[in-house]
């Protein structure tokens, strides 16, 4: 779990480089935040506070963080002759530049533009903009692409 | 109490989730110190994070520590100064109006005073009277609820003028209400809120005369509460005053104390627009009334010693016919000349330019008010002074009136008629301004005896006049912009 959540947590980190550079300054408390409960993480309150301003203005990184547990999942269904903590361990290497080895990880064609698709849905089916929804999906294959 | 005071702000911080912004945040926490001392702060607010979800900004705490709460998305855009500068004026605004003392004071004062009695009772063990007390206690908090309720709403117009001001221009926070989370729920939610809706802290800030100080639920709050002050006031007074000459004055004694708080409450709040009409419009309806019944009444001989029998006969001309017609006329001309601004400069390309539109539209209109008043006081003798009340407040008016007409109907722009209405009065006040220092002319054509002017030469000689004010005015204006 651990690893399943260090993996997400990283990969995320690259992507949101690219889509919401801003964001990583409080990445570590906003991916705990996340951890401990998604679902909060994931839902704008709308409550009338007693000197208040609401903004409809939203973090990306809990978003993202459910992305990337999806795109943990069809890496597992794309390079599925591996265990899941192998292939954590593997990208979670890779992603830190310590020991890369391209050949592990290298999507093909086909399984890039599946692990955007999957990437894309999840980030629609959390109501995110369809422009930010598409960076966001890009980002996350082309971070896997830059860790390569 | 103090200690359930003292305990809040940590309560508050347990119950949102708050965090304090790290070391990585510095660059937002500058600009909050920096901001803080254009607000007139004497230290920055402490700022605390909200859980990534939250989208709410507040402020609380205690005089010696006060906290800024924002959204993490926001804080991390810092940078952004469009979205964060106008939110931290706005709730800067709140602590340099004290409405975070407010907020808690309302119940610091009630529930002390009202908690005493039960006390008191629980001390002697004489419990007979508590169910009776409390739902009247329960009735009293609830009125206190709605009358905060009520205060608070009103305090987010004047943070956000704050906060306008502050930064020199409106359109900021604008920007940043439009992106707002807009209230859901209906009027009963909006009854309830702490908060006015986005619309309606957009229309104070485009119009801040918009601002209204006293709803009805202001006016049913405070009628109630006073209403239940004023028997126990006077019970409390008889009890004081028996045996003394001030006992039969206690009725009105209670009254002097209670009165003033329901009036304030009433008056202080919509206090120019009533009385711009309380004065303008009957002065303006006597004088039409005055023009259009005028003339001489018999004296009675017994009333003065002389030896006249026979008085000169009034002047009834011009009537009131004429007199509105002119106004009308010189009015229809001034939007006739914006119009024709309007044609040549084309659409206004930036606020700024909007503003100098509306400037010119109450410019011309006032003028040509000014001129056809001007003409009338020369004109007419002796009655020139009302009959000029007559043809400079229609002139005023229509101008105003047609003006808005063209302007929404044939250049597109959003039918509003409270605006329509605003443009007016402010046309109408401002012209009213000019008239009080044309007035002394009339001394001038005193000495003249009654004479019949007739309607149609100050018709024609007042649309004169207003055609060249409005050149005036408007061919300037066209000139300037060309160079």
């Not at chain 1, 064609?109 to 960076?135: C, F, I, K």
């Not at chain 2, 649309?463 to 300037?476: M, Q």
Request: hydrophobic residues 55%; contains cysteine.
């Amino acid at each position: 779990m651990e690893d399943e959540r260090a993996f997400i947590a990283a990969l995320t980190e690259l992507a949101l480089e690219r889509a919401a550079p801003d964001e990583l300054v409080v990445f570590e408390e906003t991916a705990e935040e996340y951890f401990a409960d998604p679902q909060a993480a994931l839902t704008a309150a709308n409550q009338d506070s007693a000197v208040g301003f609401g903004l409809e203005l939203a973090m990306i990184t809990p978003v993202a963080l459910a992305v990337g547990a999806a795109v943990m999942q069809a890496l597992v269904t794309a390079l599925s002759d591996r265990a899941v903590t192998g292939v954590s361990g593997v990208l979670r290497r890779v992603l830190r530049k310590r020991t890369p080895d391209p050949a592990d990880i290298v999507l093909s064609p086909d399984q890039a533009r599946y692990v955007r698709q999957v990437a894309l849905d999840r980030a629609r089916s959390l109501g995110m903009p369809e422009q930010q929804a598409t960076l966001l999906a890009d980002s996350f294959v082309g971070a896997i692409a830059t860790a390569s | 109490m103090l200690l359930v005071l003292l305990v809040i702000p940590a309560h508050v911080r347990r119950r949102a989730k708050l965090r304090a912004a790290g070391e990585r945040l510095a660059g937002a926490m500058q600009r909050i110190g920096e901001l803080s001392r254009e607000a007139g702060l004497s230290r920055p607010p402490r700022l605390l994070l909200r859980p990534a979800g939250q989208r709410d900004a507040f402020v609380f705490g205690l005089p010696w520590r006060y906290y800024l709460v924002l959204p993490t998305a926001m804080v991390v855009r810092w940078r952004n100064r469009g979205l964060f500068d106008p939110v931290v004026r706005h709730e800067l605004a709140h602590l340099r109006r004290h409405d975070v003392q407010l907020a808690t004071a309302v119940w610091i004062a009630a529930v002390p005073v009202l908690l005493a009695p039960i006390v008191g009772a629980a001390a002697t063990w004489d419990l007979s009277l508590i169910p009776m007390y409390l739902w009247r206690v329960a009735l009293v908090m609830g009125g206190l609820w709605l009358v905060r309720r009520q205060v608070l709403r009103s305090r987010e117009y004047g943070a956000d003028l704050r906060a306008a001001r502050q930064s020199g221009y409106w359109r900021p926070l604008s920007t940043v209400l439009q992106h707002a989370t807009n209230q859901r729920g209906g009027r009963w939610r909006q009854f309830l809120s702490h908060h006015p809706t986005v619309a309606q802290r957009l229309g104070v800030l485009a119009d801040p005369g918009r601002v209204r100080g006293a709803s009805f639920a202001d006016g049913l709050a405070s009628a109630f509460l006073a209403a239940i002050f004023l028997p126990l006031l006077h019970n409390t007074l008889q009890v004081l005053t028996t045996g003394t000459p001030l006992f039969s004055w206690t009725s009105q004694i209670a009254a002097i104390v209670v009165g003033p708080f329901i009036g304030l409450a009433i008056v202080l709040g919509p206090l120019l627009g009533p009385l711009f009409h309380l004065i303008l419009v009957p002065l303006a309806v006597a004088c039409a009334a005055l023009v259009w019944r005028r003339r001489v009444l018999p004296v009675p001989r017994w009333l003065i010693d002389d030896e006249r029998t026979a008085w000169p006969a009034a002047a009834r001309e011009p009537g009131l016919g004429f007199a509105l017609l002119t106004g009308v006329a010189s009015g229809a001309l001034a939007a006739i000349g914006v119009t024709v601004y309007r044609l040549v400069a084309g659409k206004p390309v930036s606020d700024e330019d909007s503003i100098g539109r509306y400037l010119l539209w109450l410019l011309t209109a006032v003028a040509v008010a000014l001129v056809v008043s001007f003409v009338t006081l020369v004109l007419v003798p002796r009655s020139g002074a009302a009959v000029g009340l007559v043809t400079g407040v229609s002139a005023a008016a229509a101008g105003g009136l047609f003006i808005n007409v063209l302007n929404t109907f044939a250049f597109g722009n959003i039918l509003d008629l409270r605006f329509w209405l605003s443009t007016m009065e402010a046309m109408v006040a401002l012209w009213l301004f000019g008239y009080l220092l044309l007035l002394p002319l009339t001394l001038a054509t005193w000495p003249l005896p009654w004479r019949d002017v007739p309607g149609r030469l100050l018709t024609t000689l007042s649309v004169i006049g207003a055609g060249l004010a409005t050149l005036c005015v408007v061919g300037p204006a066209l000139t300037l912009r060309e160079v």
